[in-house]
């Protein structure tokens, strides 16, 4: 072998493994990526599913407006085909992240309290929320690691999953999910001639406004009442809704109050 063929042979290996490293020194930032990420509102939507990284220290489980229909029966009148009762429908966390219910379900003509409770692999009631009027919320709840369901103890068809891995959360970030409508809507009074400001302009404002960071949003249409002007549920306003996953650093008892507010602010009423 002369000299010539063996420097190109050994520049030739070099350059092979300094690809391989590459390659799998890409894989592992791509995995660590996906594990500091916050879903985008996109995926929640897409998927009904939202996989959190450590960062999170609480997630605020969104109870959604018009949550007490039942799918099966009165499917048009919810807010959307897409985590109608949950935001999200199913969540993956890490050990050590708190649970909190936001009530946003809105009274309208009758009040629509909620009581979730969350059952272990066994069928086991673990935790209950307790009655959570509009607006409330439930204190926060750390689970061990497993898999639990949560269901609503009036409403059946109400259902959702937890799943909290043996990864320990290492943050103290808050991050939730909000529907809202994506446009103002034409009559935004409720049935006492209140007014509510509630759309995405507004919350891209007052998100901001009060401690929060919009994470990010994702527009999308629900429009299936055959009978109904507009295609859409009265009740909801509006067809055209955004879901916004939003994060903050505040404490947990100062961004609750402020959720209530924000979640009275909005038109579904």
């Not at 404490?251 to 602010?265: C, F, G």
Request: net charge negative.
């Amino acid at each position: 072998m002369n000299k010539y063929y063996r420097i190109t042979l050994i520049i030739s290996m070099y350059a092979f493994l300094t690809i391989i490293l590459m390659n799998l020194s890409n894989r592992s930032y791509g995995v660590e990526q996906q594990e500091l990420e916050i879903p985008q509102a996109k995926s929640v939507y897409d998927t009904e599913t939202m996989h959190l990284p450590r960062s999170v220290g609480y997630f605020i489980i969104l109870i959604a407006n018009e949550a007490h229909e039942d799918w099966s029966n009165e499917k048009h009148k919810l807010l959307t085909d897409h985590n109608p009762y949950f935001v999200p429908s199913h969540i993956l966390i890490p050990k050590g992240t708190a649970i909190v219910f936001l009530n946003a379900d809105a009274p309208w003509n009758t009040p629509h309290p909620h009581t979730i409770n969350i059952k272990d692999s066994s069928g086991k009631v673990i935790h209950t929320t307790g009655k959570m009027e509009y607006a409330n919320s439930s204190d926060s709840k750390v689970l061990p690691a497993g898999t639990y369901s949560i269901t609503d103890t009036e409403y059946e068809w109400m259902k959702g999953t937890i799943t909290v891995s043996d990864k320990t959360s290492t943050g103290k970030e808050i991050v939730g999910g909000f529907y809202s409508p994506t446009n103002q809507v034409s009559n935004n009074l409720d049935n006492d001639g209140n007014t509510h400001p509630g759309w995405l302009g507004y919350y891209e404002s007052e998100f901001p406004n009060n401690g929060f960071n919009i994470l990010s949003k994702h527009n999308f249409s629900y429009n299936t009442c055959s009978y109904c002007e507009g295609k859409f549920w009265p009740d909801n306003k509006t067809g055209d809704h955004t879901l916004i996953i939003f994060g903050t650093g505040q404490p947990l008892s100062e961004a609750i109050v402020k959720l209530q507010k924000l979640v009275k602010d909005n038109v579904y009423i």
